[in-house]
């Protein structure tokens, strides 16, 4: 495995854990566990970050002038990126709106 294989499976890794915290934080807050949501969306970012680094470190290095190839792989990572940022803004939404019908 090259070094684009093991990055681009760091960030399927990370932003694909962060976006079953996201959707865990949904779950919760359906119980009406609203604070629990809370920390599962900040939890997410948390390992979502690390995901984005890695992303953000292939544009730094092709930005620096060292090609980086386009693979499948990488195309996947960075839908799975996208999707989870996604998810990120719908379960904050949706952790608002059960709040405000908790009350």
């Given at each position: ?26 779950q ?6 609203i ?6 969306i900040i939890e ?6 690390e ?21 499948l ?13 996604a ?17």
């Open positions: 495995m090259d070094g684009l294989e093991l990055v681009s499976f760091q960030i399927i890794s990370a932003v694909g854990t962060a976006r079953s915290m996201y959707i865990e934080a949904i919760l807050a359906k119980e009406g566990k604070e629990e949501a809370r920390e599962q997410g970012e948390k390992v979502f970050t995901g984005h680094h890695a992303h953000a470190g292939l544009i730094q290095q092709e930005a620096g002038g060292e090609k980086v190839e386009f693979q792989l990488l195309m996947h990572a960075e839908d799975q990126l996208m999707s989870a940022e998810f990120k803004i719908i379960a904050t939404e949706f952790i608002d709106v059960y709040e405000r019908l908790a009350k």
